[in-house]
């Protein structure tokens, strides 16, 4: 595949679409600048020196002198044809952005928790 070829979505977590919104418009461009660059092929996207440990495929985008950080997952989707997902998860300042993060995976967890108890409830009730 060319890099020509190569051309990720981007998408935003409903939550994380409201904080980038609040963002200054300095601090969002130069958030689009490094998204940019990082959307140019799959390597530059997964780089490991940026690599969240414990949670899967996700990396983080540094603005050191504005002290913000980006965290975005990269999702391989196999539909026929190569296409990525990026999905921003949240935006934050770098002293909030990692409590931001377990906050919404904790939530993200509880929902998938329910709707699985809701699943088993329906198949006890089939017997």
């Known amino acids: 595949m060319s890099g020509n070829d190569f051309k990720p979505q981007l998408k935003f977590k409903k939550s994380a679409k409201k904080e ?3 963002l ?3 601090v969002r461009n130069s958030f689009k600048k490094k998204l940019k660059k990082r959307a140019q092929s799959l390597e530059a996207l ?3 020196k940026h690599k969240l440990s ?3 495929r996700c990396y983080k985008i540094k603005l050191r ?3 913000y950080r980006l965290i975005y ?3 391989e989707t196999p539909s026929g044809e190569f296409s990525i ?3 921003v998860i949240t935006v934050d300042r770098r002293e909030d952005v990692y409590d931001t993060l377990k906050i919404k995976i904790n939530k993200a967890d509880a929902d998938i928790l329910s709707s699985l108890r809701i699943i ?3 198949n006890d009730d089939d017997e």
């Open 120 to 122: 088993e409830s329906r």
């Open 73 to 75: 997952q990269v999702t």
């Open 85 to 87: 997902v990026i999905t």
């Open 20 to 22: 980038w919104d609040a």
């Open 46 to 48: 997964k780089p490991q």
């Open 54 to 56: 414990g949670i899967e």
């Open 65 to 67: 002198s504005d002290g």
């Open 24 to 26: 200054d418009a300095k």
